[in-house]
């Protein structure tokens, strides 16, 4: 079994910054994919950013060129750097890794942006 555990959520002004970490612990053979999900209220979850093993990452329109999804694989955590949050950055925001070919995800933080 796999765990992840988030932090670095927080509340903060629009314009402002926040970095999420994400670190997996448990019986660790290989982490491939990892990637951000958030879920605002009343919506579906969304994907937010990928990266593969090898660094390979991916980002929904709207947050390219403000967010940076990152990962130590030494450490087996990825982290997200975000900047210029918006309003409609505000959710809850899910870590996920896919460990051999199970997925795993972790329990959530919250990020909440106030105008």
């Known amino acids: 079994q796999v765990q992840l555990v988030e932090s670095g959520g927080g509340s903060v002004q629009a314009g402002g910054s926040l970095r999420l970490s994400c670190a997996a612990s448990?019986?660790?053979?290989?982490?491939?994919?990892m990637a951000w999900y958030r879920q605002a209220p009343g919506k579906q979850r969304e994907l937010v950013a990928t990266?593969?093993?090898?660094?390979?990452?991916k980002y929904v329109d709207s947050v390219k060129g403000r967010f940076i999804i990152s990962r130590d694989n030494a450490k087996n955590t990825a982290y997200l750097q975000m900047v210029s949050l918006k309003p409609e950055d505000t959710g809850v925001y899910y870590c996920?890794?896919?460990?051999?070919?199970?997925?795993?995800w972790g329990q959530g933080t919250q990020v909440t942006v106030s105008s």
């Open positions: 448990g019986r660790i053979l290989r982490i491939n994919d």
């Open positions: 996920y890794a896919l460990h051999l070919a199970s997925d795993y």
């Open positions: 990266i593969s093993r090898g660094g390979t990452t």
